[in-house]
């Protein structure tokens, strides 16, 4: 367990400074944080100086090994915008992404697995069938129409759920405020998880409903019937435990991708999380806030990826995380 | 009366190109403690008619027909609660794969534990005991730490040691198996064969042996089942059929063992392979196969003649029998 984490750790070592490496090389390419950050009237030669006090002129390995040096230390660059260290601008932000995350990968376990397996037990009946043809709907529409048309529907036809923002937020620990405490955080937070959600259910529910139907057909699960279990305990203990392994793995990335994903989320429902945050640092040239932004989101990535295979291990016998022969 | 007796079972398989009988007027019985063997080609029905006797065949296949009488009670006839008591607790089964055959997420104790569970009212602690000493019944070293380990840990041989304490945990009067051996290494074929036939003795259980072995039938069982294309071709005593096989088909099997060829011979088989169900011959179903043809055999299907012990499913048999009463 111990020499696992280890080697994770080295491998994500590894991981990170190629992301930051990508990351960092894409600054340049992203416009002049010059425009940005100055106003019209600033001369060219105070522009100039500017872009020499701020390093913009030094040759590329030049920039990076003083950005990779400070990284090592935490500092991720400052915010041209916020004139504040850029980790701490993306930090103060994660708690509203990771809730929005949160809410979407719990509707999507709730609901994938009793239909994914509902859909593979009974693949003839009509509801298998509906549940399949909206499945393919899901994934075909993108998740700025489904936003947009939630919004439309239950904000403004129905009257039922409001339509942005992260509404009244309780304390909860080390000064990370909730929506999960108060009626109102709650109800701001179901359009746009379910919107995130609706990306990733439909894959999970045929994903979970063609690994449980190849595993119904497998010489354990027939064998199970022979010595005379219960149909629940068969399905649920028997088949689901095989079922969940390759869906473990996929969720893992999957989580991260979500992550991701709420960039588009979180612009439609003005939610002042670090999507939202990303997509305005795009708009104004924010070099320094794009690369933590990059850097912090493939932390996530890596620690998710090193979690869910924990995960794995846990529930397949047969892994062997410690890679000791037994 | 018999322990099980299988009267006229048909399975028929619904497919897409039509009904396709898979199992057709199959019969035999079984006594306890008495040990049949089903042999035949693959595709001759003889997992089909295994799996019937537990109605576990997978849809689109289903029981369309006969009677599976065990105990006195017809289990085509169970409802599902009925059938599951009976699945296991009554009829243990044993698959041909060991390796296949655990649930390779669960632990042994776990896979035996709750196969008690679901058919007796007992502890967990009190299963595990039961489980622990079916364990040592086959032979399993150091049951104890076993017990808590998962299939991968074991070899294959192992696996189908446990599928026999598995198969006898609830003590049932019937068990069922499957190619039990098919699958294991040659070196280790013969022990498992004997342990399991060295427990249905001691626990005076009847066993039906499926399998495409002849030289295992002889050698183990007391009755013999020939199958072939979802019908029985001919039953009778092990020993009558082997040493002086009626049919044309179980001659040709009998022919086709290793021990009939002289060395350095090329081995003996029967020409032509096992027709599928979906285009089965008209009249015996092995007369394009069979170099004895004589005129009704395309045309009618052969009903069963006796002779001596056993029962026939043949036109020439039939013919012969009719000659030789005719001169005598």
Redesign the interface.
Same mark, same amino acid.
């Given at each position: 367990m111990i020499a696992f984490l280890i080697r994770r750790l080295m491998q994500a070592v590894v991981v990170m400074f190629v992301i930051s490496l990508i990351s960092f090389s894409i600054q340049d390419n992203l416009g002049d944080p010059l425009r940005e950050l100055v106003g019209q009237s600033v001369s060219e030669e105070e522009r100039q100086a500017l872009r020499d006090e701020l390093g913009l002129n030094d040759p590329f390995l030049v920039q990076y090994v003083r950005f990779a040096g400070n990284a090592l230390q935490g500092d991720l660059g400052t915010s041209y915008f916020f004139k504040e260290p850029a980790l701490d601008v993306i930090l103060k932000k994660l708690p509203a992404t990771l809730e929005l995350v949160f809410g979407a990968t719990l509707i999507i376990i709730l609901l994938s697995v009793p239909l994914g397996v509902y859909s593979a037990i009974k693949p003839h009946s009509w509801f298998s069938k509906t549940v399949m043809g909206l499945s393919i709907v899901g994934i075909s529409v993108p998740v700025f129409l489904t936003a947009i048309m939630s919004i439309f529907l239950f904000s403004v036809e129905l009257n039922w759920l409001p339509s942005y923002g992260r509404g009244e937020l309780e304390p909860m620990f080390w000064g990370w405020e909730s929506g999960y405490l108060t009626r109102d955080g709650l109800l701001h937070l179901v359009l746009p998880c379910f919107s995130l959600a609706s990306i990733m259910l439909p894959l999970f529910i045929r994903l979970i409903r063609a690994e449980m139907m190849e595993v119904l057909?497998?010489?354990?699960v027939?064998?199970?019937?022979? +010595?005379? /279990? %219960?149909p629940m305990?068969i399905y649920f /203990?028997?088949a689901l +435990? #095989?079922t969940m /392994?390759p869906v473990i793995t996929v969720g893992g990335v999957q989580i991260g991708t979500m992550v991701a994903y709420t960039i588009l989320t979180e612009t439609v429902f003005q939610w002042p999380g670090m999507g939202f945050l990303f997509l305005e640092a795009v708009n104004r040239v924010d070099t320094p806030l794009i690369v933590a932004y990059l850097i912090v989101v493939g932390a996530i990535f890596v620690v998710t990826n090193t979690v869910v295979d924990l995960i794995y291990g846990l529930? #397949?016998?047969?892994v062997n995380l410690t890679g000791k022969k %037994? | 009366m018999a322990l099980l007796e299988v009267k006229n079972l048909e399975v028929t398989f619904g497919l897409r190109q039509g009904a396709v009988k898979a199992l057709r007027d199959v019969s035999f019985s079984i006594e306890r403690g008495e040990r049949i063997g089903i042999v035949g080609e693959s595709g001759a029905g003889k997992s089909v008619a295994a799996f019937s006797i537990l109605n576990l065949i997978s849809r689109p296949g289903y029981i369309s027909g006969g009677e599976v009488l065990f105990e006195g009670k017809d289990l085509t006839k169970l409802s599902p609660q009925e059938m599951r008591d009976i699945r296991g607790n009554r009829i243990a089964m044993i698959f041909q794969d060991p390796m296949m055959t655990l649930n390779p997420v669960l632990t042994l104790g776990q896979q035996m534990v709750e196969c008690l569970k679901a058919h007796r009212k007992i502890s967990t602690a009190e299963a595990r005991e039961v489980a622990l000493e079916k364990l040592r019944l086959v032979h399993i070293p150091s049951p104890e730490t076993r017990i808590d380990q998962y299939p991968h840990e074991l070899s294959g041989g192992m696996r189908q040691r446990i599928i026999i304490a598995i198969a006898l945990l609830l003590d049932p009067p019937l068990i069922i198996a499957d190619e039990p051996t098919t699958a294991l290494d040659v070196t280790i074929q013969a022990e498992i064969m004997e342990l399991l036939l060295e427990l249905c003795d001691s626990q005076n259980v009847g066993l039906i042996l499926i399998t495409h072995d002849l030289g295992v039938v002889s050698q183990v069982t007391q009755k013999a089942v020939v199958m072939y294309a979802g019908r029985v071709i001919e039953q009778g005593p092990t020993k009558e059929i082997i040493n002086d096989a009626q049919h044309p088909y179980t001659q040709g099997l009998i022919n086709a063992l290793p021990q009939q060829t002289l060395p350095g011979k090329r081995l003996n088989q029967i020409p032509g392979s096992m027709p599928s169900l979906q285009k089965i011959p008209t009249g015996c179903a092995f007369h394009p196969r069979c170099e004895f043809v004589i005129e009704p055999c395309s045309r009618e299907l052969p009903g069963f003649t006796r002779s001596g012990g056993c029962s026939v499913a043949c036109h020439m048999v039939k013919a012969m029998k009719e000659k030789a009463a005719a001169a005598g």
């Open positions: 057909q497998s010489e354990y027939k064998y199970a019937w022979a +010595k005379g /279990l %219960s305990r /203990l028997h +435990k #095989n /392994l529930v #397949n016998p047969t %037994s | -």
